[in-house]
């Protein structure tokens, strides 16, 4: 029950928003950080009453189902589960960041934004916990569109072109994906004697093997997560997206969006079509280990600072890729963690760039430098998340990677140590970063710009100490994950 | 000799010839009460119809003149060869079909009322929503559009629109009534 | 004694965690007080911890403290656990009591810098995560001190940060120390794949049973842990990074790029030993890169006029030493020449740290001169600090490593007449860099004037580190002279006993040839130098492109651009605006093609719809027609 | 050959005036006159084709025809009407506002 409170919140809190926004606007604002505070205490609140089941890494911690199409086999399926927990803790917290992100930046149909930005959380943490498969595809699109609409409206000068490519990429995927779900369910029908339905449990029971169906049906999920990942030859949409995008939009499209790709493939993919995933493994692990190196390539190149981050974000996803079709637990441990630790990081770094935007009004790296003298706290709390990109340790991204790159090395040592040498990479181009944009002769000529407000120092402040526990004490997501990981890498 | 007439009224009334014509074969075929129909509304209000509207226009002799500089034969040649090899194509299609003599019945009004009330009542209905579609459509785009009106055409604006309004549903109300009848 | 584990690097932590936090708060007594005290009661606790290691040795050797599990996945368990040793003890004892005496110092040296703070807080981290580095019990916790080192140099390298050259080569350090970490990183999956833990204890216990001496896999892991610790000891191919170093903070040179982080890699050799002894090939790569990098760089030092790059090659050079002597398995002397280095390195470099800002911030060192009498304390100081590089016989610290490293390398299992002979003409340019140093800055002219005295401040731990110089190095006598082993006693509870090739010829001749060797190196300084300018390179065309040769640090820096980073940014340049996005657009411009090439019939003539509609229909029934 | 196909004839001979007209005139009123043509065609057709099976249901086509031109004629001459209006002329290839 608690899942559907915390998704109506989110969807009621967005209307309300759009209605109290035509009378005024700070209310609205308001609404919309109450609305997400909510739905951000609501699990905690839950973990707290539950902590020794949660720590267990028990399996479907929460199971709440109605019949909602009964005819189509259509139900109300929502499931919770240790990865799903994880989940949606990261989604409620960055949501609130996000909010707050948006505080002063967001001038113009104030209402309309919140309404967006609160309908897009709702149907991120509606997919991490549908498990009907039609739910899923409705929450799928849930978040598509409210997103659409972010970039669109309040994004940056290339806004429109960004937002159709976003649209376009994700769409295709998304009815690549419907397609898949419909063959599956009436192959599941046709096997079970006319039982159609679109249950994840019951579509789990649905006996494929190795076939060109098996093959096909599988690529149809995959393509649509991977664009989302984005796996290299389709991750063009992301640095537009990334780039043009609000400020709160950057945060949740790399702190959240990405992940339900991921997610996807560990949820879906791999328990649907074990035969199937298996049998591309390699070639999916060869895909990330390009996408890593490609990524920080391109990473390196961009002048760009928003762009700069998207890339690394391919960069970092090409691990997911890679830990997740190395079928060790080891790995799919790291990947969660790396799906945790990439939503905190480069979501710190995103928001760094709309601060600096706000500040210096261009996301042009060669325009900026030495801003540490004008700005040392905000140069400090830059110099953490670079350096959690860069994989240091004690910073949460180095224990995913570790794992990950531990669990691949098993696998494949010859792409586990192609994907290290991504690592030296990553070097490059985040301290790229703080070299342009910190270090150096201080260049506005202007009145040099404000360090972090109060505001700002709770969203950084978060993010910091939320990137130190994971890198620290990294145990308590292991735990709650375990249960899945366990499956899956039984696989 | 419709359509290659240069003043509209003269086609008008050689419309109406083919209208009536046309009802003659009607009424070969042993279909009276279309026979009727067909001079009613085609011959009778769609015809007037069109002479009202040529009559508001006030074309006349200019237009004419118009006609004969625009129906030159490099305009008219490759359509009309066009559909002559349609017409072709057509009437090879209606002989090559098997030839069975056709009994001629002459089907009563009374019987295409009840298969028209009968089975085809939804159509009847919805054949009523397309003409007070019509009716409101006819109004709406005949009222003035002062304010709708594109930027570079206010200037076409006159008085006569007023009058043309009035007239226009008249008109259509007649026509409607005629249907119905 | 196990519970003060953990205040080691506690300490530190702590002061970095107020210093960064309330850093901009605070007033410069303040900050000094936490940034120094801390380290100070680090060391404090060190000695205490030491005592009582003598005292009392512990169970098996060392203490143990596990602070909480890191991470738990699966067959791979690791913990935030510290364990000391008697290595470990050494290197602990060199990082907090040299570091403490360098904190101190920069009290004074850094009082006028605007971010005060900034700097001891990065001193406090880096203290941190050395310590971290030598006290880890397992190898995933010691990349992190080992990457933590290699994070705070580069901000202490970069502490300057509004000249770009510091940026450049903050980064430039950054990276070059990174290759060597993700080839370690990948020597540690090797190695959890083959013996399943990352434990060092679990991993030296089970190695001998596990690998075949000599065989692929071993030989494969070492050679990958070996780089990661090139890396960071600035070994050859990897040196260039650390003569640019030297743009940080004179303290920062001498604690991190002298005395501690440096040696890392030396550690790392070390408490790996039993690893690297199961391979014997890496063994011996091991010593030729010593045997190298210390020829080469002690070249490049003898051109230099920086006076800091001329101790950075020396750097170089001294960890050369070291990694001869691992690589002929006297390990006891590499650890000891560790030892001693770090005294007379950090003297040097704080020293000449004292120079420069007296004299206005001037590098050059054919633009000091005479500063014997102007400053006398320094001079002193530095003498010491110099005849320790140059290893005079008997009366400094460094004779007594070096020395036992020279004959190792002759007479050890693994030494070769070859390597030998490499490090003697190491120590002859070792001398005779030194005492051009020495006579350029200190005899001679004065160029510049002396602008103000240092403190007192700076100048007592000059005076310590000169004594430690002068004698740290009587703890450990070489055999033949007086039988006092201290130091080899305690490091030979962890590290192996070297093993001497049968029929040594006599240690006697090979002390004699050393301290030959050192003398004459001086004597040649001396004939070059005393009295005049070394005007004379610039003279023969051959000499003084020898002299470039070498000033550029045998052009790796340029080899190296072209190699690698003129392709590099090249590639990324050609590919900023990615070549997959060029596919999606050339797929969407094709589109819009096509778009528009159909709306060229969407022109709005109505009779140019018909004439379609009639040509499709009449297409149609042609068709039909005609099928 | 027999009456129902004459007729037919008639029909697609009508059909292909009315289409001519459609080509060929740039006038809309003419143009309009000429669809009037192509319809009566074509409910013409119908109701040889009931004629022919002997059923009402071609009359009652012709009958919904006969309303769909009555609409269509309506609604088309008041367009015409703005379009005069509005642009002073009758010809269609002027009207072109779609134009590349």
Redesign the interface.
């Known amino acids: 029950m608690i899942l559907v409170w915390m998704i109506s919140i989110l969807l009621i809190g967005g209307v309300a928003c759009w209605l109290v926004a035509q009378r005024n606007q700070l209310a609205c604002k308001w609404t919309a950080l109450v609305a997400v505070i909510a739905a951000f205490l609501l699990p905690i609140i839950w973990y707290i009453q539950h902590t020794p089941a949660v720590g267990a890494g028990n399996n479907w911690l929460i199971d709440y189902q109605v019949k909602w199409i009964p005819a189509y086999g259509i139900g109300f399926h929502l499931a919770m589960d240790g990865l799903g927990f994880i989940m949606i803790l990261l989604t409620s917290l960055l949501g609130v960041l996000a909010v707050l992100c948006s505080w002063n930046e967001i001038r113009e149909k104030t209402g309309f934004f919140f309404f967006n930005l609160l309908w897009t959380l709702a149907g991120i943490g509606g997919v991490f916990v549908a498990m009907d498969l039609f739910l899923f595809y409705f929450f799928w699109e849930v978040m598509l569109v409210p997103m659409y609409f972010l970039i669109a409206i309040w994004g940056d000068f290339n806004r429109r072109y960004a937002a159709y490519k976003f649209f376009i990429f994700t769409q295709t995927g998304g009815l690549l994906m419907l397609l898949s779900i419909l063959a599956l369910y009436f192959i599941h029908g046709q096997q079970h004697s006319g039982n159609y339905t679109f249950d994840y449990f019951a579509l789990l029971n649905t006996t494929l093997g190795n076939g060109a169906t098996a093959r096909w049906i599988m690529l149809g999920f995959l393509i649509a997560f991977v664009i989302k990942l984005p796996m290299v030859p389709l991750h063009s949409w992301l640095p537009d997206a990334h780039s043009e995008a609000p400020t709160a939009g950057s945060l949740i499209l790399a702190g959240l969006l990405l992940k339900t790709g991921a997610y996807g493939i560990i949820r879906f993919v791999l328990p649907l079509f074990p035969d199937a995933s298996a049998s591309i493994a390699w070639w999916a692990m060869l895909l990330g280990v390009v996408g890593i190196v490609y990524g920080a390539l391109l990473a390196y190149a961009q002048t760009d600072l928003k762009r700069l981050i998207a890339y690394t974000s391919v960069s970092h996803m090409g691990f997911v890729l890679l830990g997740v079709f190395a079928f060790r637990q080891m790995a799919l441990q790291g990947v969660v963690m790396q799906l945790l630790t990439h939503g905190v990081s480069t979501g710190a770094l995103f928001v760094l760039a709309g601060m600096l935007k706000e500040r210096l009004h261009t996301r042009d790296i060669n325009q900026m430098g030495g801003l540490w003298t004008a700005m040392p706290r905000m140069g400090a709390l830059a110099m953490v998340f670079v350096m959690a990109s860069l994989g240091l340790p004690m910073l949460g991204n180095f224990v995913a990677e570790f794992l990950i790159l531990l669990g691949a090395f098993e696998v494949s040592p010859v792409l586990a140590v192609i994907a290290s040498a991504g690592l030296v990479l990553s070097a490059l181009y985040s301290l790229r970063i703080m070299q342009k944009v910190f270090y150096g002769q201080i260049q506005t000529i202007t009145a040099p710009p404000a360090d972090v407000s109060p505001r700002e120092w709770i969203i950084m402040a978060s993010l910091t100490i939320a990137i130190v526990f994971l890198g620290l004490y990294p145990q308590p997501v292991f735990d709650i994950v375990s249960g899945v990981v366990q499956q899956v890498a039984r696989l | 000799m419709v359509i290659t007439r240069f003043h509209p009224v003269h086609a008008l009334l050689y419309l109406a010839v083919s209208f009536f014509s046309s009802s003659m074969v009607f009424l070969s075929l042993g279909a009276p009460f279309v026979a009727a129909l067909e001079i009613i509304v085609y011959a009778g209000a769609i015809i007037v119809l069109f002479i009202f509207v040529v009559m508001m226009l006030n074309l006349g002799r200019e237009t004419a003149q118009q006609e004969k500089e625009w129906l030159k034969p490099k305009v008219w040649v490759i359509p009309a060869a066009l559909v002559l090899l349609l017409l072709i194509e057509m009437i090879i299609l209606l002989f090559s079909e098997d030839k069975q003599v056709m009994q001629i019945a002459v089907v009563e009004p009374r019987k295409l009322a009840l298969s028209l009330y009968g089975e085809y009542i939804i159509a009847v209905e919805l054949t009523g929503f397309l003409l007070m579609a019509g009716i409101v459509g006819a109004a709406h785009i005949g009222k003035h559009k002062k304010t709708e009106l594109h930027r570079f055409l206010q200037n076409g604006h006159t008085d006569k629109e007023k009058t043309t309004y009035t007239r226009k549903t008249e008109t259509v109300t007649t026509e409607q009534t005629a249907i119905h009848e | 004694m196990n519970q003060l584990l953990a205040y080691i690097p506690a300490f530190p932590l702590l002061g970095f965690i107020l210093l960064s936090l309330f850093g901009r708060k605070l007033t410069n007594p303040v900050i000094a007080i936490i940034g120094a005290g801390t380290v100070c009661l680090a060391a404090i606790t060190t000695i205490v911890l030491g005592v009582s290691f003598l005292q009392t040795p512990p169970q098996g050797g060392a203490w143990q403290q596990l602070l909480w599990s890191w991470f738990r996945v699966g067959t791979l368990s690791v913990d935030l656990s510290l364990r000391i040793d008697a290595l470990t003890l050494i290197f602990i004892f060199i990082i907090t009591f040299v570091g403490a005496l360098i904190h101190i110092y920069s009290t004074f040296f850094m009082r006028h810098d605007a971010d005060y703070a900034r700097f001891f807080a990065s001193m406090n981290l880096f203290v941190c995560s050395m310590l971290l580095l030598v006290m880890a019990d397992n190898l995933v916790l010691l990349y992190l001190g080992w990457e933590g080192v290699g994070l705070c140099s580069y901000l202490l390298i970069g502490f300057w940060y509004d000249v770009p050259s510091n940026c450049r080569a903050a980064n430039k350090a950054f990276l070059i120390t990174r290759i060597g970490d993700t080839a370690l990183l990948i020597g540690l999956f090797l190695l959890f794949k083959e013996l399943g833990s990352l434990n060092m204890g679990t991993i030296l216990q089970q190695a001998p049973k596990h690998f075949v001496s000599g065989g692929a896999s071993i030989t494969l892991i070492t050679i990958l842990l070996m780089v990661g610790g090139m890396g960071k000891s600035a070994q050859l191919p990897l040196q260039t990074w650390l003569p640019d170093a030297m743009a940080g903070p004179s303290p920062v040179s001498a604690l991190i790029h002298a005395a501690t982080m440096v040696t890392a890699g030396v550690y790392l050799i070390a408490r790996m030993n039993g690893l690297f002894q199961l391979s014997p090939v890496t063994m011996a790569i091991v010593a030729i890169v010593g045997a190298i990098t210390l020829f080469v760089a002690g070249c490049s030092a003898l051109a230099q006029t920086d006076i800091k790059r001329i101790l950075a090659y020396s750097t170089i050079s001294q960890i050369g030493y070291m990694f001869l002597a691992l690589g002929v398995g006297a390990w006891s002397a590499a650890i000891f020449h560790f030892f001693t280095h770090a005294f007379f390195k950090a003297l040097l470099f704080l020293a000449a740290g004292v120079i420069i800002e007296a004299l206005h911030h001037e590098h050059n060192i054919f633009m000091m001169g005479g500063l014997r009498k102007r400053m006398p304390e320094v001079f002193l100081t530095f003498l010491a600090g110099a005849a320790a590089l140059s290893a005079l016989p008997l009366v400094s610290a460094g004779f007594y490593s070096k020395d036992a490293i020279l004959w190792y390398s002759w007479s050890a299992a693994g030494g070769n007449p070859v390597l030998w002979l490499m490090a003697l003409a190491g120590a002859f340019i070792t001398a005779l860099y030194s005492t051009r140093l020495m006579l350029v800055v200190f005899w001679g002219d004065m160029r510049s004037p002396v602008h103000e005295q240092p403190d007192k401040g700076m100048i007592i731990p000059l005076i310590v580190l000169a004594f430690f110089s002068v004698t740290a190095g009587f703890i450990e006598w070489p055999h033949n002279l007086f039988h006092l082993t201290l130091f080899s006693d305690q490091v030979q509870q962890v590290l192996p006993q070297t093993v001497m090739k049968e029929n040594e010829p006599s240690e006697w001749l090979f002390q004699g040839i050393a301290a030959l060797v050192t003398l004459s190196g001086v004597y040649l300084g001396y004939v070059l130098y005393y009295g005049k300018s070394g005007v004379r390179w610039q003279q023969s065309p051959g000499l003084s492109a020898t002299r470039d040769f070498l000033f550029s640090g045998w052009k790796f820096d340029q080899l190296y651009n072209y190699v690698f980073v003129k392709p590099y940014l090249f590639l990324t340049r050609i590919n900023k605006g990615d070549v997959i996005d060029k596919l999606y657009n050339a797929i969407a411009q094709g589109s819009m093609r096509l778009n528009s090439w159909f709306s060229v019939s969407q022109n709005g003539s109505l009779r140019m719809y018909i004439v379609g509609v009639l040509a499709g229909i009449l297409f149609i029934i042609t068709l039909q027609l005609l099928l | ?5 004459m ?4 029909a ?16 809309v ?6 669809v ?2 192509m319809l ?1 065609a074509a409910g ?1 057709a119908f ?2 084709a ?3 099976w ?7 086509m ?3 025809i ?10 088309g ?6 379009i ?5 002329t ?4 002027r ?6």
């Not at chain 4, 007729?7 to 008639?10: P, S």
């Not at chain 4, 009123?29 to 000429?34: A, H, K, R, Y």
């Not at chain 4, 002997?54 to 009652?60: H, K, N, T």
Request: aromatic share 6%; no cysteine; proline share 1%.
């Open positions: 050959m027999n009456s129902a196909q007729v037919l004839m008639v697609a001979v009508l059909f292909a005036l009315g289409l001519v007209g459609v080509l060929t005139r740039k006038n009123i003419f143009m309009l006159i000429s009037e043509i009566n013409m109701v040889a009931g004629a022919k002997q059923q009402p249901d071609g009359q009652i012709f009958l919904f006969l309303a769909m031109a009555a609409a269509e004629v309506s609604v001459l008041a367009l015409v009407l703005q005069y209006h509005q642009h002073k009758m010809d269609v290839d009207l072109r506002e779609l134009r590349d």
